[in-house]
């Protein structure tokens, strides 16, 4: 189906698809088993301009913004989400910065990550604080002309790989949802290290790790706004990104699609190929159909937020819980379709199927997605009389 | 020379836009128009069953009296003092078109502490054998070899320089056409006098193999060609043979613009390729790097090389000196098994001159079984094992 | 540094069929692409320039269509393009095209290096990159799979041999041909891509370079073509019956017959 993209957007889905099937689905395979960190691919799509794309021109980037990135995400995820997670986290993290941050640290951070120099980390989430944000308890205490750090974040997309981490930590415990800040912390800072890197059922090419804070002290400098913006920045950055991973399902959905339908038509059984077989016709018609829709609904969300709208949670969340609910669902009818063989991890859609399950999860469980919307819903109810 | 449609006698039929390697032919108002892609080469005059397209020759300019070139000359390309196998089969190629033109057959061999091969060369069919020999020529040197082979033809006039196409062939000898503004060609696989007009036919593969192209140098001397290894036949030894044999003074005018500082030599532990007579070859159809060890196995048990098509290079199961292919080796064993290969184009360009080919693929129309002697239509999983426990019984 | 790369627009032979029927190429709706190696060359040139700074120029002759070649080029980071194109160079052989790129490299006349890859894929003479050279006067290394150090003007690179392979040490400026194993090409950026956008082609014709006519195209080629067709079909091909078993046990007697066994 035709989108209509401008020609720039075409030309980013062309080169992102370019570099999935030339640099990603060869090497797929080995990263997922050795749960290897892609760093001959982060480099390619650092030289194809890539990271820069929601990056403002002033700053090195292609100024464009959350179509054109769920467009390169998307691509990249059909080849490999463990990839498009390293790819796309890396926006997760810079949008604090983008956001909220001052002209200083732009000036200082953007255009590095614009050229993919520099990786990004977004640190929110601990052992306690998962869905319940408010559970933090990392603090930063200012101490003269610094911040000093403790606590540890849990789960960290891109942890260890990164330069820069932007991290929620409470400031002000008595002040509640308004006691948290955000800090920009660099690789290398004394007090700053890492746990071990985590051992996961899918997305084994992204590196997740804990990120230790022992009195880890950061210039004052790298405060993001002001005291007590921590909660507010994390979720204006969670609703710019969630568009990104409903890409991210609607990429793995229709990866998998190809997979199964290529497959299945050269698998021959009762003398037919399994296409002819009405139960067949009928799952691959329904993946699609599904996918079609959670595409639809991405790139709608997307222009929607791109064109300044204001109020986008509930939007972001139905994109971000749709999109990734179907690819659960489509990924692992792909593996029905190609039956044993799908099973075996000589063919991709085993691996689609176990990296599509962490969509459905991470930033923001599709269960928290459902509340954003409900709640939404609830308050315009109340407001139209 | 140009080339033009009759328009009276064209039906539209547009055999002749199909045919055109170079796409230079349209339809325009009904009738074929030929545009300024156009190459001459002749195909869409080949294949018009009407005669609705003509070649119309307006000679170019005629160049310095050819009748002055005479002999039949090879480039002995020599390694460590020993003589390239290249060099046996130009000689054998070399005594054939000189005995049609009813000339001589020279060699010409420079080096250091060369000499006393001189008479191998002689042996195999030189009548006559120019000799470079001197401590600076030792090692393979682009400006050395070129300044003495372009000095020599400038100073004897041969009527044909033949070269092995390796990579010391290929990288001086344009050089040597270059300054003595004559034409090249390369790998030939095909050379013949012309009985009309003497001239040398020049055949080789173009479009990665997909046709054929045979080339002249008509109007410039000497006409130089480069040909492959194991391509043509060796010259027989015959230690009766006399001939002559003539120094070539070396005299280095300057510093030499590149020299080797050191050669380093890869001894892998498999054949050069291309000097094996049995090849046993494995395609992506294996699937592995671990089936691929099949083919190592038949390729063992045949006594033969291992060789490989690019996509499994690509997947990391084989070295590249193994590929066989447009963007590889291209091998002229006696028989080459190809394995899970489907024959693109690229690969078969590599070793479609094999004598006997041997195809086993489990679809019926791979377009390997378009060039294979004996075909087998099957899993190379199943085929392949079977095939060695039948050789092995064979054997008894 | 200035570094010049060769470029050749040709038909992706990939992507060739035959017709098995009249034995003729089927052109339809076969792309042309930059031929393979030269991807190799502008990779290694614009290595260079990341290291030793300076400026890459991709030069190609052709018909005007040949442009969309250099502009691939520009997507991928080459800073300029010089597209050869005149009527008259047409049906060019290796020598005249040779003769027409070193006119247009006189005209370009500041480089360092002129980097070709080792063949094409459609003529795969690979005689272009050495008499280039030699008509330009200046030293010719092939296959080059390394490029260790660039030194003032001097160059030390390794160069591939049918067994192994070389070192050698060439006075700059100097042309070479690169092989595979030289680097992975890049895929193009998106400033480059939208650097092509705007781009407008330099096209010089053979006034523009100097080239005399006699020795441009056919005219000036030494070599002509006299005959093209379809490789001859392969002799003796026989049709295997039975199970597969059969089949298996008849090659290999026949295999056994001819004395491979």
């Not at chain 1, 909220?100 to 989430?125: E, M, N, R």
């Not at chain 2, 003074?249 to 613009?257: A, H, K, L, M, V």
């Amino acid at each position: 189906m035709d989108y209509l993209l401008t020609e720039e957007q075409i030309m980013i889905r062309d080169l992102a698809r370019q570099i999935a099937v030339e640099k990603i689905v060869p090497i797929r395979a080995e990263l997922d088993e050795q749960n290897k960190f892609p760093t001959d691919i982060m480099q390619a799509l650092a030289q194809a301009d890539l990271f820069g794309i929601f990056i403002p021109e002033e700053y090195g980037g292609l100024g464009k913004q959350s179509l054109e990135l769920c467009i390169a995400v998307e691509e990249l995820s059909k080849a490999c989400v463990g990839v498009s997670t390293s790819y796309a986290a890396n926006a997760l993290g810079t949008y604090p910065i983008l956001l909220h941050g001052s002209d200083a640290q732009k000036k200082k951070y953007l255009p590095h990550i614009a050229t993919g120099k520099k990786l990004v980390a977004f640190g929110l989430t601990e052992a306690n604080a998962g869905s319940d944000a408010s559970g933090v308890q990392t603090t930063a205490k200012l101490d003269g002309s610094e911040y000093v750090l403790n606590g540890t974040k849990q789960w960290i997309t891109n942890g260890g790989e990164a330069e820069l981490y932007t991290i929620i930590a409470i400031t002000d415990k008595a002040k509640g949802p308004r006691g948290a800040s955000a800090f920009i912390v660099e690789k290398g800072t004394p007090g700053f290290t890492f746990g071990k890197k985590e051992n996961k059922m899918g997305i084994r090419a992204s590196s997740t790790t804990e990120l230790i804070f022992n009195n880890c002290r950061i210039p004052k400098e790298n405060i993001i706004a002001k005291e007590g913006m921590g909660f507010i920045i994390a979720m204006k950055t969670l609703d710019s990104s969630r568009t990104g991973v409903g890409a991210q399902g609607v990429g793995v959905a229709q990866g998998a699609i190809d997979e199964a339908i290529r497959f299945a038509r050269q698998r021959i059984q009762f003398g037919h190929p399994i296409t002819s077989f009405q139960a067949i016709q009928h799952m691959l018609a329904d993946m699609q159909t599904q996918t079609e829709a959670a595409r639809a609904l991405v790139y709608s969300v997307a222009r929607f937020i791109d064109s300044g709208a204001k109020d986008v949670s509930r939007a972001s969340a139905m994109a971000k819980l749709f999109a990734t609910d179907v690819a659960m669902k489509v990924t692992t009818d792909a593996v029905q379709v190609m039956g044993g063989s799908g099973y075996m991890k000589e063919y991709p859609v085993e691996k689609m199927m176990r990296d599509a399950k962490i969509l459905q999860i991470y930033e923001g469980t599709n269960q928290i997605q459902r509340n954003v919307v409900a709640l939404d819903m609830i308050k315009d109810a109340s407001r139209a009389k | 020379m140009s080339v033009r449609v009759v328009s009276d006698k064209c039906t539209s039929c547009e055999s002749c836009v199909t045919a055109c390697p170079f796409g230079a032919i349209e339809m325009r108002d009904g009738k074929a128009f030929i545009t300024e892609a156009c190459t001459m080469c002749g195909a869409c005059v080949e294949v018009c069953e009407f005669k609705a397209i003509e070649k119309i020759d307006e000679s170019t300019a005629a160049a310095a009296d050819l009748s002055a070139y005479k002999g039949v000359w090879v480039f002995a390309e020599q390694h460590k003092g020993g003589i390239a196998s290249v060099v046996l089969e130009l000689l054998g190629e070399g005594r054939k078109l000189a005995d049609k033109k009813r000339t001589k057959l020279s060699a010409v061999f420079i080096g250091h502490s060369i000499k006393d091969k001189a008479q191998d060369l002689i042996a195999h069919g030189a009548d006559i054998v120019y000799v470079a020999d001197d401590p600076a020529l030792k090692d393979f040197n682009d400006d050395s070899y070129a300044a003495i082979l372009t000095t020599l033809a400038r100073q004897h006039k041969p009527e044909v320089i033949l070269a092995g196409a390796t990579a010391i062939g290929r990288s001086f000898f344009p050089k040597v056409a270059s300054s003595l503004y004559t034409g090249l060609t390369a790998d030939c696989t095909a050379l013949d006098i012309e009985a009309e007009n003497g001239h040398l036919h020049q055949t080789r593969p173009a479009f990665g193999g997909n046709i054929m192209a045979t080339i002249v140098t008509p109007n410039h001397r000497p006409q130089m060609a480069t040909v492959r290894h194991k391509v043509m036949k060796p010259a027989p030894r015959d230690d009766s043979r006399t001939g002559d044999v003539i120094d070539v003074r070396y005299t280095q005018s300057g510093n030499p613009r590149t020299k080797v500082i050191k050669t380093v030599e890869e001894i892998g532990e498999t054949v050069n390729i291309c000097e094996a007579d049995i090849i046993v070859a494995g395609g992506r159809g294996l699937g592995s790097a671990k089936n691929f060890a099949l083919i190592a196995e038949l390729a063992k048990v045949l006594g033969g090389a291992v060789a490989a098509t690019r996509g499994a290079v690509d997947e990391g199961w084989v070295p590249y000196p193994h590929q066989v292919g447009q963007t590889g080796k291209t091998v002229c064993p006696k028989l080459y098994i190809a394995c899970g290969i489907s024959g693109a184009i690229q690969h078969v360009a590599g070793m479609q001159s094999s004598e006997v080919i041997v195809a086993i693929n489990k679809d019926p129309d791979a377009p390997i079984f378009n060039v294979a002697t004996y075909g087998i239509v099957g899993d190379v999983h199943e085929v392949v094992p079977i095939m060695i426990k039948k050789i092995k019984e064979m054997r008894g | 540094m200035n570094i010049i790369v060769l470029v050749k627009q040709v038909p992706d032979t990939a992507e060739v069929k035959i017709n098995r029927e009249t034995n003729t190429l089927i052109r339809d709706g076969v792309p042309s692409i930059i031929n393979p190696f030269d991807m190799y060359a502008i990779e290694e040139a614009l290595r260079l320039r990341e290291k030793h700074g300076g400026k890459v120029t991709a030069v190609t002759m052709g018909p005007p269509q040949a442009a969309e070649a250099l502009k691939e080029a520009v997507s991928l980071g080459v800073d300029e393009v010089v597209l050869l194109s005149d009527r008259a160079f047409a049906g060019a052989d290796t020598w005249a095209t040779s003769y027409v790129i070193s006119q247009g490299i006189k005209k370009i006349a500041e480089y360092e290096l002129i980097i070709a890859g080792k063949q094409a894929i459609d003529g795969d003479t690979a005689q272009v990159g050495p008499e280039t050279a030699d008509m330009l006067g200046i030293p010719f290394v092939a296959y080059i799979k390394k490029i260790e150090q660039i030194d003032g003007n001097k160059m030390l690179a390794e160069r591939l041999m049918d067994e192994g392979y070389d070192v050698v040490e060439t006075s700059l400026p100097a042309l070479i041909t690169v092989v595979k194993e030289i680097n992975q090409p890049r895929v193009p950026s998106l400033k480059g891509k939208m650097k092509v956008k705007s781009l407008k082609v330099t096209s010089w014709n053979a006034k523009d370079i100097g080239a005399d006519d006699s020795k441009c195209g056919l005219k000036g080629s030494p070599t002509k073509v006299v005959k093209i067709f379809p490789p001859a079909a392969r002799g003796q091909r026989e049709v295997l019956t039975g199970s597969m078993e059969d089949q298996i046990t008849a090659v290999v007697s026949k295999l056994r017959e001819q004395s491979f066994i």
